[in-house]
């Protein structure tokens, strides 16, 4: 049975890697309307979320018909494949090697290239195809965090809500704001979103082999606590590496 | 199709971006599980060994990718 620590950490996980998610698209969804209006930036992602509401419709009862067992151990592998790949770069960009994601570079560049294909009789088709790529893709990154982070234990109504808070908090930040919302510290939410994943697939592995964890659902407290020790550790080691004239900023 | 394609290669790319990191994760969780289910191994203790194994994979991972990096 589910209690306070999975719920409270379901929603959490869900939300913050929802957040990176809807940013990202809302970058290029506000480039597309500020720069060839808001008809192709709507068209495009109204159409999106239709897709995504159909994958969801025909594949999500599929996921009923698998057995809890082999439900937990194949969530579990692509959450543990998923959370380590999040994390390992929120860890090398915490270490300067890689160079923390840019919005508003993301927006000069998609607004630089609708600029150019303004002139294309084809100019709206376009912008609305690339504000439909991004809410596509990025919300197949968010459909699937949903129902790993949920349908392990039943929560996959927790982990929608937490994807809707962040959709509708950046949607309203946005609106105010009107301009990409470069200040999300993007490498610190990837950092603790890649955690919590990491931490989420080794639980549920260990509950698909039959593990029985000490503390119950507060075990996953450990295992992030472990984790997080380690990445912590392996950030401040590796910063030790790197040469002066390398490092690139670093949150 | 190209979109198609965006979207088959943004759900791979999802969950491999370093290939020896996504392998060698793979295969623990296969050592894992076999260890468990026909050798005998506790479960418990392979969930541990699972743990101690991905943390020792990301620590190789990230070592890798700094020195590559470093040149």
């Known amino acids: 049975m589910s209690n306070i620590p999975t719920i409270s950490s379901t929603i959490t996980a869900s939300f913050l890697a929802s957040l990176v998610e809807v940013v ?13 209006g808001w008809r192709p930036a709507f068209a495009g992602t109204i159409l999106a979320l239709v897709v995504l509401a159909a994958i969801v419709i025909v594949l999500g009862p599929l996921l009923g018909l698998v057995p809890v067992e082999w439900l937990r151990l194949a969530i579990g592998t692509l959450l543990i494949l998923f959370g380590l790949r999040w994390l390992r770069k929120a860890i ?33 088709y376009l912008a609305g195809l690339a504000a439909f790529k991004a809410v596509l893709l990025e919300g197949i990154e968010v459909v699937f965090i949903v129902i790993a982070v949920g349908a392990g234990r039943g929560l996959i109504v ?56 000490p503390g119950q659902d507060w075990s996953l407290v450990g295992i992030f606590a472990v984790f997080a020790i380690t990445a912590l550790a392996l950030v401040r080691v590796l910063r030790g590496y790197s040469a002066p004239s390398a490092r690139v900023a670093s949150s | ?21 996504a392998l060698a994760a793979a295969i623990l969780i296969g050592l894992v599980a076999v260890g468990v289910k026909s050798a005998g191994l506790p479960p418990l203790a392979g969930a541990l060994v699972l743990l101690a194994g991905c943390l020792l994979i990301l620590i190789e991972s990230a070592h890798r990718a700094a020195r590559k990096r470093r040149g």
């Open chain 1, 158 to 213: 927790y982990a929608g809500l937490g994807a809707l808070a962040a959709c509708a908090l950046v949607v309203v930040v946005g609106l105010f704001v009107h301009r990409p919302l470069s200040r999300v510290p993007e490498n610190t939410l990837k950092f603790i979103v890649g955690l919590m994943l990491s931490s989420f697939g080794i639980f549920w592995m260990g509950e698909g082999l039959g593990a029985e964890w």
């Open chain 1, 92 to 124: 090398l960009r915490a270490a300067g090697f890689i160079p923390l994601h840019d919005e508003e570079a993301a927006f000069a560049s998609e607004t630089s290239l609708l600029k150019q294909q303004a002139a294309d009789r084809r100019a709206d």
């Open chain 1, 24 to 36: 990202e698209a809302f970058t290029i969804i506000l480039a597309v309307g500020l720069t060839r």
């Open chain 2, 1 to 21: 199709m190209t979109v198609i394609r965006a979207a088959i290669g943004e759900l791979v790319g999802m969950f491999i971006d370093d290939g020896a990191l």
